[in-house]
């Protein structure tokens, strides 16, 4: 379970990230963040892997408190979170195998059961072939394969995934959409960051979290939805594919 | 295991990062090693100018063999006093004339009196030690006079103070920068690992696990950088001393401190420069 109540944060006075952010998400759910640039969808994954800490309000995550957890309780807590980003972060010099098994090996898994885990995971985003290829010999969407395989590798309560297919051609990206919702129907619970909106048209039963200035603008899961002086975006026409350019203007900011 | 594992692999993927910090160790502990053969030199010299700090006592002619023989006996068991010598007239007329050299041939018959020369234990040549030697000494009956060359002695102890504090002085002073600068080192293989890093801690790394490799790593580094600081300094001992003068190499207990040191720098130098990039991120 994932709780943010009332969360504020502020990295200086003028630069507010995010405010009044309530939000509960369940196990098992898939969840879209989307938003504008700057909405601060990446700073609410931040606080959910706990690089950031709230500057109000509290963050809990599978019963950790982020206001007051120690820094090896958010390493045992980041071993069943699974993060995923846009710009894969993989370990060049290492196969796709060794990045994969480089996340057991910290756990402090025996060194015995991690081929066998490995293989597993690699099977199951179906880059078994390549296990032996560095980063560099993999296409985008392969590496972010071995991203989301790495994020898998230590069976997480919580996936999350900060732009995922942002630096992905349309059929990686559906590729990588469709992993994400496989391991979401397995029983993990999907957090995905994204302001690709055609992703979020095309995915049936997803929950869908809208922000803008940092603010949760529409909640799919509330019914009615919140009240707010800002237009839910997929209520939209998006016209000419996913931009900042295509987010409606907020009252009176002049665009 | 997967520690040092981590270690040997981060070295062999950047080798020349590596060499990089070993050479700057060894360069940095051979200057603190030059200076220190240098402290070392100028102690054994002023260690050997001390053993001839010794109390001469001149008996008066025609003292009985016994009574000297009884004050040896006494002198003997003073705590400060490793030997008593009895040099007779004869003995010192030759030690006059050994010591005279070409001018030996001013002496030509006995005329130096005998004496007790009284050697002190070391680390008890003093100035106050000296004296009290000597003024006990003088209370014997036969005794006409007593040298131990004052002044000689007393700047003999001054050198020694100053060369003792201006070396620890230095040493403290060398040792500070080896350390800066071999810090400033592994501070740079920290930070090229730094997306290393942040990937471990990603991943759910506790910082002891991200600190172990880098730990070993400047262990090694630094036992390296030893063996090679204590290899150039052997190296310009021997050039000196075939070269210029004969000096003296540090003993193996020395060269054991110079290794622990190396192996200390290394480790405490990684474990700083971690901890400080692990509380920033």
Excluded at chain 1, 93 to 111: I, K, M, W
Excluded at chain 2, 93 to 106: I, N, P, Q
Excluded at chain 2, 207 to 213: G, Y
Excluded at chain 2, 244 to 270: E, M, N
Aim: glycine letters at 8%.
């Amino acid at each position: 379970m994932i709780r943010l109540h009332d969360v504020a944060k502020e990295y200086t006075r003028t630069r507010v990230a995010l405010s009044h952010v309530t939000l509960q998400i369940r196990r098992g759910e898939f969840v879209f963040l989307i938003g504008p640039s700057g909405s601060g969808k990446t700073t609410i994954l931040k606080l959910l892997y706990m690089e950031e800490k709230p500057t109000h309000g509290d963050v809990w995550v599978s019963g950790v408190h982020a206001n007051t957890a120690k820094r090896k309780e958010i390493s045992q807590l980041r071993r069943r979170l699974g993060i995923v980003f846009q710009d894969f972060r993989l370990l060049e010099d290492r196969t796709a195998e060794e990045n994969v098994a480089f996340a057991l090996e910290v756990t402090g898994a025996p060194s015995s059961a991690i081929p066998q885990r490995v293989s597993r995971v690699l099977t199951q985003v179906g880059l078994a072939s390549k296990a032996t290829q560095l980063p560099r010999q993999l296409s985008g969407g392969e590496q972010q394969r071995v991203a989301i395989a790495r994020a898998l590798v230590n069976d997480p309560y919580f996936l999350l995934a900060d732009e995922p297919t942002g630096n992905l051609d349309d059929r990686a990206s559906r590729g990588v959409i469709q992993l994400l919702r496989d391991i979401n129907a397995a029983g993990t619970s999907v957090i995905m960051a994204t302001h690709d909106l055609e992703i979020v048209r095309r995915a049936d039963n997803a929950r869908t979290v809208e922000l803008n200035h940092g603010r949760i603008v529409f909640d799919s899961s509330e019914t009615p939805p919140p009240e707010t002086r800002y237009t839910p975006l997929l209520g939209q026409p998006v016209i000419g594919g996913p931009s900042e350019g295509n987010w409606p203007p907020l009252p009176g900011d002049g665009r | 295991m997967l520690a040092a594992r981590e270690a040997f692999n981060a070295s062999r993927r950047a080798p020349l990062l590596s060499m990089l910090g070993i050479v700057t160790i060894a360069f940095s502990l051979f200057a603190f090693g030059l200076f220190a053969l240098v402290a070392v030199n100028i102690r054994h010299a002023l260690r050997n100018v001390e053993q001839r700090v010794e109390v001469r006592a001149f008996v008066s002619e025609g003292t009985p063999a016994d009574a000297i023989a009884a004050a040896m006996a006494d002198i003997a068991v003073f705590p400060e006093v490793a030997k008593v010598d009895y040099i007779t007239q004869e003995g010192a007329l030759e030690r006059a004339r050994r010591d005279m050299g070409e001018f030996s041939d001013v002496f030509e018959e006995a005329l130096l009196p005998a004496s007790l020369d009284i050697h002190l234990r070391p680390g008890l040549r003093n100035p106050e030690t000296v004296e009290a030697v000597a003024d006990r000494v003088k209370s014997y009956q036969f005794v006409d006079d007593v040298r131990y060359g004052e002044e000689w002695v007393r700047k003999l102890y001054q050198l020694r103070t100053i060369a003792a504090g201006t070396g620890l002085g230095l040493g403290i002073a060398f040792a500070a920068v080896s350390i800066i600068i071999i810090g400033a080192t592994i501070r740079v293989s920290v930070l090229a690992r730094a997306r290393e890093i942040a990937i471990m801690r990603l991943v759910g790394a506790t910082d002891s696990f991200v600190r172990a490799p880098f730990l070993i790593d400047g262990f090694v580094k630094g036992i390296l950088g030893a063996l090679l600081a204590i290899g150039l300094t052997w190296v310009a001992y021997r050039m000196v001393d075939t070269q210029l003068f004969s000096v003296v190499f540090f003993d193996p207990r020395l060269i054991v401190v110079g290794l622990v040191c190396g192996a200390s720098i290394g480790l405490l130098g990684s474990a700083t420069s971690v901890w400080s990039h692990l509380r920033r991120i």
